[in-house]
């Protein structure tokens, strides 16, 4: 069923656990690049210093698109965790974009602009992929409603291989990790300065920040979907994914946005739907 | 204790720098002294950044856009200018192009003299600016105008 | 499937309302016949406001007669009707040829010469047997189509008063034929009630050929060399499918003498194996009609005519017609290899033409191609044709009308007070026409953004698509098309709300009847995405429930969640009144260089440069000539491959 509380529990604590996923991997980063690297809890010491600054903007509206970026990107998540439909919680997640898009648009300045076009490609190269992978756990599991998938008993990960290969890959577009991260980046990528976040400060930038967190538990989540069958074996491979991404952030540079959209439309789509295709065959083939 | 002090942002800009000081300053970053540890970020963006780490004098060219850089800065922030060149014009202070050291325009909060200035002394000169900025959140900070010495390291 | 069994709620003639169906249909040429005499302006406003009000209100009135679930019939007595039908269609061809040879378009001439002898042959051997009364109808599908054509149609031609007077202060050289240009509009209105209530087959091939007619002699209004080539495009691709429809009017004829067939329900009813064929040729009709792939070249160059023509035929009515059609045959194109081929037809015109738009800076052809590709989308759910899917379909058909005419109006108003319909010019519409730019923020989100009206029927059909037979090949299609709107709807929002400091406002002088309809559209566009569960409880699934023996609807759950999101987007922008106190306002980060407002900055050596910010358009990957030909030929062979196969089940 629906659970309100199961939506409360994410709204109150996903931020605590993002922003904790934040600062391990920052101290993961840091001691792969042989440095010491900062305290765990840093990434709260950043947000709340950005809470501490005097707030300036570029234009008032920038005010009402992040903070709409970051009422829609809970909502979204808060969706997801009650156990609401898949597909409509990727919408969701897309109109929480969009506004972070519109965000840097309406700045009107060069470098955010061009982070919002990239921001855009990223968003064209990862959804197809997503709306595949909900699609691909209601073939196994005949639901598209996030509790009902998390009920099932079937190991959706040996169902979907490609689509998690797929889906693995898109997850490097949305955690905003190299060689994807092209509008915007944590890490000191300054092609074009911020991106998306150029023209944002104080406690905007806080908002947006505390909204990554967020959304980096409804990813994390996402793959804990694969895997629900067994909790046990599901954190484990959340944690082997992430330090996975970890490392590919760190062995790659920015990739160009030809790049990024090819290798998630054609690799990711391909492995996705031909994962799909094969379900589909079996079921039509074989009687489930 | 404020947050400010636990994480600070740089913007790091080169006036009109020889880049000894500039390479001096990305060596900090680099994993040898690794300011990271002190949450110390690069960003290159005056709007998310609250210590603007300066090298080199002014001139004719750089002067608006350091002044146009502070300004766009939020507030409390604090400047560190490295290297003697920002601090005064350096060996170049008599030349017909430069204007003297960084406090000519904007108020300086650290100085940090050297030829390069060194790492240890930058990080030094970071942590000392890092409590002055407490003090200016604090609302306890007594500034100094620009072209008065603000008491640095000697 | 159908329910072959089970015969449809009959409710024979209910009382004096059912009038109201043959009142639509004749107010509106009466309007028409009086439009074209009426010289001046004054009198002219007066007429079509009046006019407009009757015909919305007449159509909000049919809410009330349409029968709960079923179909209410009108019977008309009167062979003559039909054989003055016969009549004016062959004057009309006549004025074809004579406009054929006068601008010598000679593939026109030809198409012209040879639908008119199929009529011919149609009218003096097959038809001499049939002896049924023709009679209108009216059940949910043509309620809802009769709602789009009297209210937002109605609309129009109330904005349409506004627009041709500023149209014809700027384009001095064009002849002010404002007489036969309402005189055309109203005419098609009533054609397209004509050919929604028409349950008699000849009947609808005839409003099909006033629409086409009307189509054509618009889109060549400004009677330059390029509108007239344009006028002839469409009406060759229209004619063909005529030439389908002739075609089908015939095999029915001849192999029902007595003309039972020729009714459109009882068609239906008879199933797959007596109705396939006709069905195909139909549904080809209706594929050149709604401009799908490879036809889709005709409705890109309409959108030479004036914006109102746009909005009116081109996105809201006209080329629904096509996709009515098809809705209305689709349980018997359901399950064949047929409907398959027609769903594919417009699965890939609308991942093609999705593409094809993101290339485009020009906003009309922007809104042409996404009407092609929802159009296709439209095609797609009816050609697979379960349940589900015509629950889908509907739903597209009517959020897309609202939308998308909210949207050529809006560009229409944009265009004749910025001079230009390039979506690059539109840059800080948010300060230079705001009320414009936020009812076409409005337009734009209503076209792919949750929770609004089409990204619910996307994410119906793809929901539905994945049970279908050969779904996965749509779901792919919805997956990558779905993205692909969200790339160049999200570009144009993003040049609309920019916010430059430096720019003059230019909203003054936009006529009332302008605000009025814009205001109207804007409203229905949010009230129907929160009204949508009633209208899909009251309209849709009744007519899905009758046809198809079962229905589908949104879960409850869903519906409050939605409401929720909608709620939440529209509270969102009122923050705007607490955040515009904000006084800290500083300069965009340009590198440190200082810049004037309107991004000017200073370069090296002093000099001033200009910063320009335009849009990818990605021409390489998602250009039109490419992909324009790509899709051509690939549902010119879907088609060859359906004509074979329908041949082969003739013979």
């Given at each position: 069923m629906i659970s309100i509380m199961n939506a409360l529990i994410f709204i109150v604590a996903a931020p605590f656990i993002g922003g904790l996923v934040a600062g391990i991997d920052r101290k993961l980063t840091a001691r792969m690049q042989g440095r010491v690297g900062p305290p765990i809890l840093q990434p709260f010491a950043d947000v709340g210093k950005l809470f501490e600054k005097k707030q300036i903007v570029v234009t008032p509206s920038q005010h009402v698109h992040t903070l709409s970026y970051l009422v829609f990107i809970v909502a979204s998540g808060a969706l997801f965790f009650a156990g609401g439909d898949l597909l409509l919680v990727i919408f969701a997640f897309t109109l929480a974009h969009l506004f972070l898009v519109l965000g840097a648009y309406s700045s009107y300045s060069p470098y955010s602009f061009i982070g919002a076009e990239r921001e855009l490609i990223q968003i064209i190269a990862y959804e197809p992929m997503i709306i595949l992978a909900a699609v691909g756990m209601y073939l196994v599991t005949?639901?598209?409603f996030v509790w009902e998938i998390m009920a099932s008993?079937?190991?959706?990960i040996l169902y979907l291989p490609g689509v998690f290969l797929g889906f693995l890959m898109v997850l490097t577009i949305k955690l905003r990790k190299?060689?994807?991260?092209?509008?915007?980046?944590?890490?000191?990528?300054?092609?074009?300065?911020?991106?998306?976040?150029?023209d944002f400060s104080g406690p905007m930038l806080g908002r947006v920040e505390i909204a990554h967190w967020y959304e980096n538990v409804f990813l994390l989540g996402f793959i804990y979907l694969f895997f629900a069958w067994n909790p046990l074996i599901a954190i484990i491979a959340i944690i082997v994914v992430y330090l996975l991404e970890i490392l590919i952030d760190n062995t790659f540079s920015r990739g160009t946005w030809q790049f990024t959209l090819k290798s998630s439309w054609i690799i990711a789509g391909m492995m996705g739907l031909v994962n799909l295709g094969v379900l589909y065959y079996l079921s039509a083939v074989v009687p489930a | 204790m404020t947050w400010l002090s636990k994480s600070p942002w740089i913007l790091h800009y080169d006036a009109?720098?020889?880049?000894g000081c500039d390479i001096e300053v990305l060596a900090c970053l680099s994993?040898?002294?690794?300011?990271?540890?002190?949450?110390i970020i690069n960003t290159g963006n005056p709007k998310h950044a609250d210590v603007l780490v300066i090298t080199g004098g002014i001139n004719e060219q750089n002067r608006e856009v350091v002044r146009n850089l502070y300004d766009q800065m939020a507030d409390p922030k604090v400047v560190v200018a490295v290297g003697i060149c920002a601090s005064?014009?350096?060996?170049?202070?008599?030349?017909?192009n430069v204007v003297g050291?960084?406090?000519?325009?904007i108020p300086v909060d650290v100085y940090v003299p050297?030829?390069?200035?060194?790492p240890e002394s930058i990080i030094d000169g970071i942590v000392k600016a890092l409590s002055i900025l407490e003090e200016k959140k604090r609302g306890t900070h007594i500034s100094q105008a620009p072209g008065q010495g603000a008491g640095g390291l000697r | 499937m159908i329910n072959n069994d089970k015969k449809p709620d009959v409710h024979l003639f209910?009382?004096?309302?059912?009038i109201t169906l043959p009142f639509l249909i004749l107010f509106p040429a009466a309007i028409a016949a009086i439009l074209l005499l009426v010289p001046g302006d004054t009198w002219r406003r007066l007429i079509v406001q009046a006019g407009a009000l009757i015909i919305g209100i007449a159509s909000l009135y049919l809410l009330f007669i349409t029968p709960g679930a079923g179909q209410a019939f009108f019977p008309v007595t009167g062979g003559w009707i039909t054989t003055l039908m016969f009549i004016a269609e062959m004057i009309i061809a006549v004025f074809l040829i004579y406009l054929g040879i006068k601008h010598k378009k000679y593939l026109a001439l030809f198409l012209v010469v040879a639908q008119a002898a199929l009529l011919i042959f149609y009218e003096t051997?097959?038809?001499?047997?049939?002896h049924i009364v023709p009679d209108l109808f009216i059940d949910q599908l043509s309620l809802i189509m009769a709602l789009i054509i009297g209210i937002i149609g109605s609309l129009i031609c109330v904005y349409a008063l506004g627009y041709m007077a500023t149209y014809h202060e700027l384009h001095?050289?064009?002849?002010?034929r404002r007489r036969s240009f309402f005189f055309l509009v109203f005419l098609f209105i009533a054609s397209m009630f004509g050919l929604v209530f028409s349950n008699y087959l000849p009947w609808v091939f005839f409003f099909w050929e006033l629409t086409t007619l009307c189509s054509f002699l618009l889109i060549g209004y400004s009677g330059t060399g390029e509108a007239v080539n344009n006028s002839f495009l469409a009406l060759n691709m229209n004619l063909l499918g005529g030439i389908a429809f002739a075609g089908a009017l015939i095999y029915l004829a001849v192999i029902s003498p007595g003309g039972d067939l020729l009714s459109i329900s009882t068609l239906i009813q008879?199933?797959?194996?007596?109705?396939l064929i006709p069905a195909v040729l139909i549904g080809f009709a209706g594929i050149t009609k709604a401009a799908?792939?490879?036809?889709s070249a005709w409705l890109v160059g309409a959108m030479i005519a004036p914006t109102p023509v746009s909005a009116l035929?081109?996105?809201?009515t006209m080329v629904k017609a096509g996709v009515y059609i098809i809705v209305r045959f689709s349980p018997v194109l359901t399950g064949t290899t047929e409907g398959l081929i027609i769903a594919l037809l417009g699965g890939f015109t609308f991942l093609l033409a999705s593409a094809i738009a993101i290339s485009q800076s020009n906003a009309k052809k922007v809104l042409a191609y996404s009407t092609i590709a929802n159009l296709g989308l439209i095609v797609a759910c009816a050609g697979v044709g379960t349940y589900k899917l015509v629950w889908a379909a509907i739903m597209l058909i009517i959020f897309h009308a609202i939308a998308k005419s909210l949207l050529f109006l809006c560009v229409g108003t944009v265009e004749h007070r910025?001079?230009?319909?390039?979506i690059e010019d539109m840059t800080g519409l948010i300060v230079r026409m705001p009320k414009v730019a936020v009812m076409m923020l409005v337009g734009i989100a209503g076209m792919f953004?949750?929770?609004?009206g089409m990204l619910i029927s996307k994410w119906a059909a793809i929901e539905a698509f994945i049970?279908?037979?050969?779904?996965l090949i749509f779901v792919a299609i919805l997956a990558f098309g779905g993205s692909i709107t969200v790339l160049f709807w999200s570009k144009w929002m993003g040049k609309i709300i920019s916010?430059?400091?430096v720019a003059e406002l230019?909203?003054?002088?936009?006529s009332r009847q302008k605000w009025i309809v814009l205001s109207l559209l804007t409203a229905m566009t949010v009230f129907v995405c929160l009204a949508f569960p009633i209208i899909s409880s009251h309209l849709i699934e009744p007519f899905v429930l009758s046809v198809y023996g079962q229905t589908a609807r949104l879960s409850q759950d869903n519906i409050i969640i939605m409401a929720m999101m909608l709620f939440l987007l529209m509270i969102m922008p009122f923050s705007l009144l607490w955040f515009?106190?904000?006084?800290n306002i500083v300069a965009p980060y340009m590198a440190g260089r200082p810049a004037?407002?309107?991004?000017h900055f200073l370069g090296s050596m002093g000099v001033q440069r200009q910063v320009g910010l335009g849009n990818y358009y990605f021409e390489g990957i998602f250009g039109e000539k490419k992909l324009f030909m790509a899709g051509t030929a690939l549902c010119f062979g879907l088609i060859l491959l359906m004509g074979t196969l329908t041949a082969g089940v003739a013979l």
């Open positions: 005949k639901s598209f008993e079937l190991p959706l190299s060689p994807f991260d092209l509008s915007t980046s944590h890490h000191a990528h300054q092609e074009i300065v911020k991106g998306v976040t150029t | 009109s720098s020889c880049n994993p040898l002294y690794d300011v990271e540890r002190f949450g005064s014009g350096g060996v170049f202070r008599e030349c017909y050291g960084i406090d000519c325009i050297g030829c390069a200035a060194r | 209910e009382g004096e309302s059912l051997s097959a038809a001499h047997g049939a001095p050289d064009v002849k002010d008879s199933g797959h194996v007596v109705a799908l792939m490879p036809f035929l081109h996105s809201s910025i001079g230009s319909r390039d953004l949750a929770p609004f049970d279908a037979p050969f779904g916010v430059c400091p230019v909203e003054n002088r936009i515009r106190k904000e006084k004037t407002p309107d991004l």
